[in-house]
C-alpha cells in the first residue's frame, strides 16, 4: 500500500458510488494516490459503479414503467444520455420477449393501481393506462430491435399539422389536426397512433374521421400520406367485425377518392377479450401474444422498410 495512502487510511472509505475524484476531496489525497490504492488492493472501481448504476436504474424503470427518459432522470439524477443507455440494457435483459414484457408491465399497473368510485375518473385512468402502455410497448421494441424511434404526445406538445379548405370562396384553416401520438424515425413521421383502453364503435367512426383529415394535412403540407402508417392501438375490443371493416372500406374510399391511391388504417387489440368501457381497470388481461408478435413485426418491418428513403415526409 502507497505511504500517503497508509498516513491516511483511517480516514479513507472506499465508495463505489463515488468518482476518483470525490473520494480524493473528502479524504484529502491526490486523485492520482487513490487510483493507486485502488489498484493495489484489486477494487474493480469502474465495475462497482456500472452495477450500482444498473440496479439504481433498474429499480427506477420497473417502478415507473412507461416514465420518458426525462422523467427517469429526475428520478435518478443521471444524464438523459446515462439514462437511455441503461433503459436499453434493462429492457433487453429483464423479460425474454415484447409479449413477455407486456404481460408483466400490465400486471404490475394492474396490482397497483388507484381504487377509483366516480365514472369519470375511471375512464380518465383506464385511458391513460393505455397509453402508457403504447409508450412502453415502443420503448421496448425499439430497444429489442435497435430502432430509433421518438413519440410524441400530439395534445401535450403540440404535435399537430394544419389543415386549410376553400370554402365558399373563403379559406378556412385548422391548425389542430392529428390523433393522440405521432411517431418519428429520423424526422419522418412513420405512425400516427390513435389509442384507446377500449374500441367502441362510436371511438372507431372519429378515428376513421381523424385519419382522413391526418392524410389530408400531410399531403398539403408537402409529405406523403402513403409514407405513414394510421394505427389504432387498443387493449380491448368491444365492436363487431362488420363495424371495423365498415370503417376501413371508408377510410381506404375517403383517401382513394382524395389521392388516387388507397390507404388502409391498421388494428391492434393487444387482450381478446371483449369488456365494457369501465371492466378494463378491475380485472387483470391476459396478453394475445399473437397480437403482440404481429404489432412488434408491424413496427419493425414498417421502420425497416423505410430506411435509406429520401425524407420526403413531413417532419
Given at each position: 500500500m502507497?505511504?500517503?495512502v497508509r498516513?491516511?487510511?483511517?480516514?479513507?472509505v472506499?465508495d463505489?458510488n463515488?468518482s476518483v475524484r470525490e473520494?480524493?476531496?473528502e479524504c484529502?489525497?491526490?486523485?492520482?494516490t487513490?487510483k493507486?490504492?485502488?489498484?493495489?488492493?484489486?477494487i474493480?472501481?469502474q465495475v462497482?459503479?456500472?452495477?450500482?448504476t444498473?440496479r439504481?436504474?433498474e429499480?427506477?424503470i420497473l417502478?415507473?414503467?412507461?416514465s420518458?427518459?426525462?422523467?427517469?432522470?429526475?428520478?435518478?439524477?443521471y444524464s438523459i444520455?446515462?439514462?437511455?443507455e441503461?433503459?436499453?440494457?434493462?429492457?433487453?435483459n429483464?423479460?425474454?420477449?415484447?409479449?413477455?414484457?407486456?404481460?408483466k408491465?400490465?400486471?404490475e399497473?394492474h396490482?397497483?393501481?388507484?381504487?377509483l368510485?366516480?365514472?369519470?375518473?375511471?375512464r380518465a385512468?383506464?385511458?391513460r393506462?393505455?397509453?402508457?402502455a403504447?409508450?412502453?410497448?415502443?420503448?421496448r421494441i425499439s430497444a429489442?430491435n435497435?430502432?430509433?424511434?421518438?413519440?410524441?404526445?400530439?395534445?401535450?406538445?403540440?404535435?399537430y399539422?394544419?389543415?386549410?379548405i376553400?370554402h365558399?370562396?373563403?379559406?378556412?384553416?385548422?391548425?389542430?389536426?392529428?390523433?393522440?401520438?405521432?411517431t418519428?424515425?429520423k424526422?419522418?413521421?412513420l405512425?400516427?397512433f390513435?389509442?384507446?383502453s377500449?374500441l367502441d364503435?362510436?371511438?372507431?367512426?372519429r378515428a376513421?374521421y381523424d385519419?382522413v383529415q391526418?392524410a389530408r394535412a400531410?399531403?398539403?403540407?408537402g409529405?406523403?400520406?402513403?409514407k405513414?402508417k394510421?394505427?389504432i392501438?387498443?387493449l380491448?375490443p368491444?365492436?363487431?367485425d362488420?363495424s371495423?371493416?365498415?370503417?376501413?372500406?371508408?377510410?381506404e374510399?375517403?383517401t382513394?377518392?382524395?389521392?388516387?391511391i388507397?390507404?388502409h388504417?391498421d388494428?391492434?387489440f393487444?387482450t381478446s377479450?371483449k369488456?365494457?368501457?369501465?371492466?378494463?381497470?378491475?380485472?387483470?388481461?391476459?396478453?394475445n401474444?399473437e397480437?403482440a408478435?404481429?404489432?412488434?413485426?408491424f413496427i419493425?418491418n414498417?421502420v425497416?422498410g423505410?430506411?435509406?428513403?429520401?425524407?420526403t415526409?413531413?417532419?
Amino acid at each position: 500500500m502507497s505511504t500517503k495512502v497508509r498516513k491516511n487510511k483511517s480516514k479513507f472509505v472506499y465508495d463505489p458510488n463515488k468518482s476518483v475524484r470525490e473520494m480524493a476531496k473528502e479524504c484529502g489525497l491526490t486523485e492520482s494516490t487513490v487510483k493507486t490504492y485502488i489498484k493495489e488492493q484489486k477494487i474493480t472501481h469502474q465495475v462497482n459503479r456500472v452495477k450500482k448504476t444498473m440496479r439504481i436504474m433498474e429499480n427506477c424503470i420497473l417502478s415507473h414503467p412507461g416514465s420518458t427518459l426525462n422523467e427517469l432522470s429526475k428520478l435518478t439524477n443521471y444524464s438523459i444520455k446515462t439514462v437511455h443507455e441503461y433503459k436499453e440494457k434493462i429492457l433487453r435483459n429483464n423479460e425474454k420477449n415484447y409479449s413477455d414484457f407486456l404481460s408483466k408491465w400490465i400486471k404490475e399497473r394492474h396490482e397497483g393501481r388507484p381504487c377509483l368510485k366516480k365514472e369519470g375518473e375511471q375512464r380518465a385512468y383506464s385511458q391513460r393506462f393505455s397509453e402508457l402502455a403504447l409508450i412502453a410497448s415502443l420503448d421496448r421494441i425499439s430497444a429489442d430491435n435497435k430502432l430509433s424511434l421518438k413519440t410524441r404526445n400530439v395534445l401535450k406538445e403540440s404535435d399537430y399539422l394544419s389543415l386549410t379548405i376553400e370554402h365558399n370562396g373563403n379559406k378556412i384553416t385548422d391548425n389542430k389536426i392529428g390523433v393522440d401520438y405521432n411517431t418519428y424515425s429520423k424526422g419522418k413521421l412513420l405512425f400516427v397512433f390513435e389509442v384507446k383502453s377500449n374500441l367502441d364503435k362510436d371511438y372507431l367512426k372519429r378515428a376513421a374521421y381523424d385519419f382522413v383529415q391526418v392524410a389530408r394535412a400531410i399531403k398539403q403540407n408537402g409529405g406523403d400520406p402513403s409514407k405513414t402508417k394510421y394505427v389504432i392501438f387498443a387493449l380491448q375490443p368491444s365492436i363487431a367485425d362488420d363495424s371495423l371493416q365498415f370503417a376501413q372500406a371508408y377510410f381506404e374510399d375517403e383517401t382513394n377518392k382524395l389521392f388516387d391511391i388507397t390507404l388502409h388504417f391498421d388494428v391492434f387489440f393487444l387482450t381478446s377479450e371483449k369488456r365494457n368501457n369501465l371492466s378494463f381497470i378491475d380485472s387483470e388481461h391476459t396478453i394475445n401474444k399473437e397480437e403482440a408478435i404481429r404489432f412488434e413485426n408491424f413496427i419493425v418491418n414498417t421502420v425497416s422498410g423505410v430506411k435509406g428513403l429520401e425524407d420526403t415526409n413531413v417532419a
